[in-house]
């Protein structure tokens, strides 16, 4: 497959710059048997059944975004990608130039950081306060909004680029279909005999990058870390009894399940995953997929045309783009059924 099979026009003023003004007020496109209808969010809870199962990705994104100077005196610009310790991370940098093993940087005027190396395309850095890091970066660190959203993160944004459900801290992106959510729509679906079951999957910067090769299989996938704890697994073998069907919420969801899967058999505990679904993908687990709408020539746009079929997904963006749907993070959402085989 060629990447531009992937790709579209998006006029610039599709592209969500703040969340609605109500959490959940968003339209959903939901994609099916050949068919696309115009729904609002609110209308999941008419598309979900009793004995589904909602699966949800609780991660929870962390102030990644630190500025500050090295000690030889350059500025620099700090993007902390994942969290490996109570003292030392993995990030990218921005700076005139690289900063050698065994530098130091100051960064916030309030925390010293040694570069102890690099590990692929990051840095590997080590904080050198006594409080764990993840500390540090809630106290001094900026939240990392998108690269297509224009303003700086403000109070609003730290409250509505975060799940209601997150828990565990580690992304350094918002697992967007999750923003759709309030308590009250999850206590209807609770309600209404849905099961709601969580993943985590830590979201990195890579999930921004488009594909630049010119044949999809060229591509090198960028790696997360997740978990699955059992009592997730336990609920979906619970929905499968009862004839119900495994929703993911977000594509991170699906990649969590799916990498668990890999073996054939689903399996809880914690693993990386750089699990690269294109079309022809077999789907092991997930029945339904609630998602966003995401970049051209984007891994996420790959997966979500594996998931519903490429023509089905092909004409519900052009639908989306001549209806003006919102798109990416702050956007609307898509409700997309699995194609059959």
Avoid: C, W
């Avoid at 060229?218 to 073998?237: C, F, G, N, W």
Wanted: hydrophobic share 40%; charged share 25%.
């Amino acid at each position: 497959m060629r990447t531009d099979e992937f790709d579209f026009d998006l006029p610039e003023a599709l592209i969500a710059q703040h969340p609605p003004a109500i959490r959940g007020a968003s339209r959903m496109l939901h994609v099916h048997d050949g068919k696309l209808d115009d729904l609002r969010f609110s209308d999941l809870l008419g598309q979900l059944r009793e004995h589904d199962v909602l699966v949800m990705n609780d991660t929870r994104v962390i102030k990644a975004r630190l500025f500050g100077q090295k000690h030889s005196g350059g500025q620099i610009e700090v993007m902390v990608e994942r969290v490996l310790d109570d003292h030392e991370v993995l990030a990218q940098i921005r700076a005139s130039k690289s900063p050698k093993p065994g530098s130091l940087m100051r960064l916030a005027d309030a925390l010293d950081v040694e570069m102890l190396g690099r590990a692929g395309e990051f840095f590997h850095l080590r904080f050198l306060a006594d409080e764990p890091v993840l500390d540090l970066l809630e106290r001094y660190g900026r939240l990392p909004l998108p690269p297509y959203i224009t303003h700086a993160a403000d109070g609003d944004d730290e409250q509505r680029y975060q799940t209601v459900f997150a828990r565990e801290a580690g992304a350094v992106a918002a697992p967007t279909a999750g923003l759709h959510f309030d308590q009250a729509m999850l206590k209807a679906l609770r309600d209404k005999g849905v099961q709601l079951a969580y993943v985590t999957l830590h979201v990195g910067a890579g999930t921004f990058q488009p594909v630049r090769v010119e044949f999809v299989h060229e591509h090198k996938m960028h790696s997360e870390r997740y978990e699955i704890p059992q009592v997730t697994l336990d609920l979906i073998a619970q929905a499968r009894a009862r004839q119900g069907r495994v929703v993911a919420v977000g594509t991170t969801s699906l990649r969590a399940l799916e990498s668990a899967a890999a073996s054939g058999e689903l399996r809880s505990g914690t693993g990386d995953t750089d699990i690269f679904i294109t079309p022809g993908y077999s789907f092991r687990v997930v029945d339904v997929l609630l998602t966003n709408f995401h970049l051209p020539k984007s891994t996420l746009l790959m997966l979500v045309s594996a998931f519903g079929g490429q023509k089905a997904l092909r004409d519900a963006y052009q639908h989306a783009v001549q209806n003006e749907y919102r798109f990416f993070s702050y956007g609307d959402a898509m409700l997309i059924e699995r194609e059959k085989a």
